[in-house]
């Protein structure tokens, strides 16, 4: 499980101590970047791309450097986000068959 799965597959940081929030807080902030900058890049190649002269190689590089760290965080996240479905489907279960006891 990677980090941002751990953090996101969290129900309650509220009884965490200061240097598990500081790791939850550096990780989040670091996938949040992460995301934006790959989005960002999503845009400018499929704008730029489209025949412009202006949108350098350099340029190009950067923006696949960006999507590629974007990419890193999207297998965590969606894990995380199955993870979650799956323990909520879990304790319905669970509340239910308690019910019919």
Do not use: V
């Not at 999207?74 to 995380?80: R, S, Y």
């Amino acid at each position: 499980m990677s980090y941002i799965e751990q953090i996101l597959s969290r129900t309650d940081i509220s009884n965490e101590d200061t240097e598990q929030l500081k790791f939850i807080r550096m990780h989040s902030e670091g996938a949040y970047a992460g995301l934006l900058s790959g989005l960002g890049a999503i845009g400018n190649i499929t704008f730029w791309a489209c025949d412009n002269k202006e949108y350098t190689d350099e340029m190009a590089r950067a923006d696949l450097c960006s999507l590629g760290e974007m990419l890193m965080y999207i297998p965590g996240i969606t894990a995380a986000l199955k993870f979650n479905a799956d323990e909520a489907d879990f304790a319905i279960n669970d509340r239910e068959r308690k019910k019919k006891r």
